[in-house]
């Protein structure tokens, strides 16, 4: 610091700080400097700046004597700008003490109130002012918060002495007592102190210091310490102090305490909003021992004192920019504002806001965006319930938003018959497998007992944005008997319940949801702000053409994913893929291979057609074979019952078949086996017949005057021989396609990064691959050496010991994972400077991981369609940070 | 090249080359060069240089016209010294012209011999020498050979032609058709030539020209670029052409050919060693269509060339410091050296070269090292079979080498049993499992019908230094029935087979193995001269004081792992963990780690003892709990049989409990999966105990007076935050357990390399660590995404199609893994500059793998004991490849 104050004044006269400042004076300090600023009536004061903090706790801590002097000049200001006196009569000057850092550390640090009182100015105001109870309440607080916070006596002792004295009388407040029995209470507080062997200095500047001192050290308490490690907040920084005059709400019937917003923080809506307690200091307001009134009830009782609030309002909006919270204390009459800050807001009043200040040219388009957080458009997107007070049976984990009621099914089937009725279905299951996704496409929301948030029911809801809540563990399902045991109930098959994918809770019945109609038409106003704020393009993981068209509505500008295996799940496929797997040659696996292929170019087709115009990048098969065969258990077991049912031999024998090729393709680590490109290259027709289904679509689409664009993805690589015999595969029947329909398409032939060994050799790869899809997933899973399906049972352990904060698999690992995107990124562009690059693994819709791909400079994320506005805002404001922090930064609070 | 030059001469009286020209020269051209500075009998030439060739092939390709004069210049040279005339008579000058590049290409480019001939010159020198069928003969040669080589005739053609003249006159050989007959086969080639409109030139300059511009053409045919492409050979280098004035083997009875070593390329043994042919040209030599006589034929025939042979042997080895392959010719009694060259040689007679050189005077002790393959030292640790020809019943994979005969068995308990009677044993299974470990120590050899080089069985017999043959999928083992099928043929218990664990061989009966005391002792002799020549050390993987012992004897410098999990799985130590891992809670766990602790305590207090003064890396705990129960289907299958036969129900509920318990352990991917330091942390008791079982048998060691030296290991670590929560557990209960002797001891405790992100973090993670060693199995892994079990599936098709040329879990892919590991060295030694690293991956034991350890600067490679020699080998190579390669380059050819 060039300047060598340590003491800024705030007051209606002269302010020496501005809201910029926090470094220096610390949020508050900077806030009241800025109120000041703005004319409000904000009691008078100064505030100690961090550095004075820092020089206290060199080693060993000690007061810093040099600041004494300012602290004692500002005083005197005080007491000339309050016309009071500190220590004096008849109007003696009350401060309070209150810490303040750099970032907000709420309750971390301590205050000290109505520093100034002592046993003579305490009995002289009692006479003067006729209100003792007033006055030995307040030194009562004194006694009680300097005993605690300067002495380090335990506030246990003034607490029980206290209580002792309300039930002795009667009464359930301490002001009921009267200023007698208070002025007691100060006494019997000044032995305790006393029996500790501490004295409560009767001077007021010692008073002071000693507060000053204590804030100071509050900054080292462990609490403290333990919250800005766990924030992330440098040790180094100190808190400012802010000495201020005292106001006093509990004055009289003149006065009074209230909070507000200058909006409405649950709706957005405009105009002032807040609670007020009469005849009462602001604690108490948030205490909740008494019930406060709403603001128009202030406004009857004081309607100047409303107006001048309403006015006061509209300033700090004007002034902040910002939806404000703030306290306000009426002293015998007077408006004091004690506090402003940025308020906080769900996710629907924050578009709101943000949509409403822009059009009221209050804030740029940059800034509406900013300050809606991304996550917070999830809100917006899903219905929510309205009651947050119904039953909970059980909780589980969030693993997809969204409200959902509906019926009791256990199992896919029921699901869809149940659902096809017209009624609301809720599948529950013990785990989702690949066989239930039409019954998951039919119900309003998925229920399982196992499994975690990656787990197949997770990971399949989240694609079609629909609610879903996972691993809840206390669920006994019992799908045979179609029962549904929890918390001590049985519910049965029909029987209503309400899971709410936002927060994990399952609630018995059906549990009232809100309005979503009005939040749609604000989502897509506020979403047409987004429109080309950022390099970063936001494509959308989408295996059908009903989620290719939704992730158009929400303004997706390509497809990055489509896995073309999930097609192969379906009813009318899954048999001829199994018999594609189980046939004996070549020449019987191409009999197989014709007839899926002409299912997926009708699908390929569709979702082509929805996306006309813009890329769609599609994988080629990626899981191993066995995922598309029954389970092994499954099968012994049927096979033992059709044995038992005295069934057709050959039926038994077709079983048996299944069973042995089941048995060949099993493995140990199926994660690390027989898949990928593996797959490609060891079945090239394979490969063959989904190359000529999709360019058969498109050139079908072309001629139809539609656009398509393909980029065909090739999974799994890890060695640029693999990628190059896979893409001469690709572009070899491409051309075979384009021959036999006399034209030709643009199209590009890339990989997914998802390999370790591949974002090592990426020069390499980069020289044959057209495009680099990061799949984060899987380079998470090998980069760790954590089985996503495994690592629920050390990761729990991991979090709770804190060896692990965030879980990689949500936001990207940046050390690690991050590091090797680093390096493919440079290493690709180093050998083609044109690579297209993206990202398709469920980081792609992690803000946190968005800013990090736009910090690499990829060309785009994708992500589910339901997650396609909030990445879109994510990458809204990576953009808006890089290019314009600056400016927001002298803006805000 | 500075010298504008393109021809070099080698003759009696000038030699412009030497053997340091390959280059230049080429390798024959050098070798020639050089054989004559020696003041060899070498027929006289001239070398047109590599140069030329490169000039040939600028686009399009051309004959260089610029060399045209100094070759015609040469060929005058040519003349003078051998008295001849280049198409002249009466002593017409014939030469051949061949390849020779600087690598060895064998047979890949072209030659054409007896350049200089045509109607004329061979009537008249047919008439002049009296011997037509000599001179047409050679006149055939050379008219098939061109036509071939440089007119691109199919050989064939002529081939036909002489099989038709040979079976009209009943003869063997084309020499037998005699002059007349031959003479008319000349007209007839020729006629072939003109049929294919081209013209065998009658100029004998012109032949030359046309012939060496063949030699040059055949640098790029595609034979050539194939076998350059594989021995990754630059394709720029060219080849020189050399052309030499022809001798004559076949020229009557004073005349012959023969080839020879200067040693014995078997056995090692001194002294000359070779074949002769009278009457003959090298070429009939080395095709067998004669049986050649052995050289001690020609020192009965022609004592006085016999003599100059020895002295020349001599004196090549001399002049080369290497035993010398070399071809002779004697023409009309005249001794001519052809060619001489590096000799190749068996490991046995290289490492008894390298001796008896060293010993000799003849060669440094680091010349003596670098000349014996690291691998070649398997050879003479292990027996081999003395009889190539014996029936092969089936080929499986050669897991580990050496010389198995015995007994069959099937069971390992019968292994044990029956070996203990003294009755050597082959232990043949499906697979092996850990349960058949005391089998497998009993047995002379194993033999399995599954698996692959990674296999259990693999594994554990390598570690072994066992025989060992898997996946010999031809064998059809029925376990039940003690019954061994294969090729048509029944094998019982007890019936005795061989196994060649070098080859994959497996024969019937018992088949002879050769002597091999001999070799120990000359083993031992020639690993006195490692001592000191690397400062890459190598440990031993030793799990037991056994090998420990072993691996000290081949010279080990420590253990570099020690995996603490084997010994659990001993017959009376398996039911123990197994209780452990049933436990229901912490205080029932810690009753049967109690036990587990003292069977540690006394492994490690023998293994410490044997290794006494040298380090000991322990790992701790590192494979999945479920490991170490009976597989799910085994289980099931025993319970189904307890209860058909009405067994005690108690039994039954136990086996149940055990059932359900490997049932929670089930895993999707247990490589990535709940193991490593992952359950050091969710049951950190079981660290505990390892680490006190540990220091406990350390501090008993040192209290008798030894000095154990621990380095505690913590596996598969992907985060800094597991390596310090293990670490601290470590040092805790080291103190604890110092505490309690009263004394501390020296010890490390560090980590396993072996996650990616490990590699990744290394700097953060060697802030924590005292030293890193990369487990190059795992790491491998992980970055390529190839589960080793499952891998088998598709390697074998990459390696077919060239996509993977080394198997990456045999030799370190340089490029990926190496790369990690390259970066986790490089950020580990910032950290932490004093960091021990080594490795103790399969890759330990790999010569091409620990000469990237080598330049990569680590401590110490690891490998299983019986690797040692070869390791150490290895080690000796890459230290004097990096101090004294010029040195040596100089001396060699």
Redesign the interface.
Request: no cysteine; proline share 6%; glycine share 6%.
């Given at each position: 610091m060039a300047d060598s104050r340590f003491v800024y004044h705030f007051n209606e006269r002269h302010v020496d700080g501005h809201g910029g400042m926090k470094d220096v004076l610390g949020g508050k300090g900077a806030g009241l400097a800025e109120m000041c600023r703005a004319g409000l009536p904000v009691p008078p004061g100064f505030t100690i700046s961090t550095e004075a903090c820092v020089l206290f706790h060199h080693n060993p801590p000690t007061f810093p004597t040099i600041i004494w002097p300012e602290v004692l000049a500002a005083l005197r200001e005080l007491e000339q700008v309050s016309g009071k006196k500190f220590g004096g009569l008849p109007n003696p000057l009350l401060v309070s003490v209150r810490s303040g850092a750099k970032f907000s550390m709420p309750g971390m640090m301590d205050t000290v109130l109505d520093i100034g009182l002592n046993d003579r100015t305490a009995r002289e105001l009692a006479e003067e002012t006729g209100n003792p109870t007033f006055v030995y309440d307040s030194y009562r607080r004194l006694l009680q918060m300097f005993g605690d916070v300067v002495l380090g006596i335990s506030d246990d002792k003034f607490e029980r002495l206290l209580a002792v004295s309300m039930r002795g009388k009667r009464v359930r407040s301490e002001i009921e007592l009267g200023g007698e029995e208070l002025a007691r209470a100060c006494e019997e507080f000044k032995k305790i102190i006393e029996g500790e062997s501490k004295v409560f200095p009767q001077d007021p500047k010692e008073q002071l210091r000693m507060a000053i001192e204590a804030v100071f050290r509050s900054w080292n308490n462990p609490r403290a310490i333990a919250y800005r490690r766990f924030n992330d907040i440098p040790e180094n920084l100190g808190t400012a102090v802010n000495i201020q005059v005292m106001v006093f709400g509990n004055k009289g019937e003149n006065s009074g305490s209230g909070v507000g917003f200058t909006r409405d923080p649950a709706t957005g809506q405009p105009g002032l909003y807040g609670e007020f307690l009469p005849r009462a200091q602001g604690e108490e307001v948030v205490a909740g021992t008494r019930t406060p009134l709403g603001l128009e009830e202030l406004e009857r009782a004081f309607p100047a004192i409303y107006q001048q609030l309403t006015d006061i309002g509209i300033k700090l909006e004007k002034h902040y920019r910002e939806m404000q919270d703030f306290e306000f204390t009426i002293e015998n009459g007077k408006l004091y504002m004690l506090q402003t800050r940025d308020g906080k807001r769900t996710g629907l009043a924050a578009v709101r806001i943000g949509w409403d200040m822009y059009q009221e040219g209050l804030v740029s388009r940059e800034e509406a965006l900013i300050r809606v957080e991304p996550e917070q458009l999830e809100q917006l997107l899903h219905p929510v319930f309205k009651d947050e007070g119904a039953e909970v049976l059980a909780r589980g984990m969030p693993a997809s938003p969204g409200a959902a009621v509906g019926r009791i099914v256990f199992s896919a089937d029921e699901a869809a018959e149940i659902a096809q009725k017209g009624n609301p279905v809720i599948l529950v299951r013990t785990e989702t497998v690949p066989d239930d996704i039409h019954g998951m496409e039919a119900a309003e929301g998925i229920l399982t007992a196992r499994g975690g948030m990656t787990s197949h029911a997770a990971v399949v809801a989240r694609g079609m944005g629909k609610c879903c809540v996972v691993g809840c563990e206390s669920l006994h399902v019992d799908e045979e008997r179609k029962e549904l045991r929890v918390a001590g109930k049985v519910f049965k098959q029909g029987d209503y319940i309400s899971v709410d994918g936002a927060d994990g809770r399952v609630m018995p019945g059906r549990v009232q949801r809100v309005e979503t109609e009005a939040q749609v038409g604000l989502l897509s106003d506020f979403m047409g702000l987004l429109e080309g704020t950022s390099t970063l393009q936001v494509r959308a993981n989408a295996d059908t053409a009903r989620d290719a068209r939704k992730a158009r509505d929400f303004g997706a500008s390509g497809i990055g994913l489509c896995r073309t295996e999930h097609m192969f799940f379906a009813e009318d496929r899954l048999p001829v893929m199994q018999q594609m797997i189980l046939a004996g040659d070549a020449r019987e696996r191409s009999l197989f291979l014709g007839q899926l292929k002409e299912f997926q170019k009708a699908d390929f087709f569709s979702i082509l057609e929805a996306m006309d115009g813009l890329p769609v990048t599609v994988r080629l098969l990626d899981p191993p074979l066995h995922e598309f065969l029954p389970r092994r258990e499954e099968l012994v077991a049927e096979i033992l019952r059709l044995r038992a049912g005295g069934v057709d031999p050959e039926q038994i024998a077709r079983r048996e078949k299944l069973l042995n090729r089941v048995g060949e393709l099993q493995?140990?680590?199926?994660?690390?086996?027989?898949r990928g490109c593996?797959l490609g290259?060891?079945y090239p027709d394979v490969t063959r017949m989904q190359v000529q289904a999709l360019f058969e679509a498109a050139c079908e689409l072309k001629k139809r005057g539609k656009s398509p664009f393909l980029e065909i993805m090739i999974p799994?690589v890890?060695?640029v021989?693999?990628f190059r015999?896979q893409a001469a595969l690709v572009r070899e029947a491409a051309q075979e396609t384009f021959a036999r329909y006399r034209f030709e398409l643009p199209y590009l032939v890339g990989t997914m990064i998802?390999?370790?060994?591949a974002a090592?050799?990426a020069d390499?790869i980069a020289r044959e691959a057209e495009f680099f899809s990061f799949g984060t997933n899987?380079l998470t899973?090998?980069?760790?050496?954590?089985?996503r399906?495994?690592?629920g049972?050390?990761i729990g352990?991991?979090q709770q010991?804190?060896?692990?904060r965030k879980d990689p698999f949500q936001t990207l690992?940046l050390?690690?994972?991050g590091?090797?995107m680093r390096i493919a990124v440079e290493k690709g562009k180093r050998a083609r400077p044109e690579l297209k690059i993206g990202i398709c693994g469920e980081h792609g819709g992690d803000p946190a991981s968005i800013q990090f791909c736009f910090d690499l400079n990829l060309d785009y994320v994708s992500c589910s369609p339901y997650r396609v506005p909030v990445a879109r805002m994510a990458a809204a404001h990576a953009a808006v940070r890089a290019g314009k922090s600056v400016k927001l930064e002298r803006v805000g609070v």
């Open positions: 493995e140990t680590n199926p994660m690390m086996g027989h593996r290259i060891t799994l890890s060695l021989e693999e015999d998802e390999v370790p060994r090592l050799v390499d899987d899973q090998m980069t760790f050496g954590f089985s399906d495994d690592a049972k050390f352990a991991y010991r804190n060896l692990l690992d050390p690690g994972v590091q090797l």
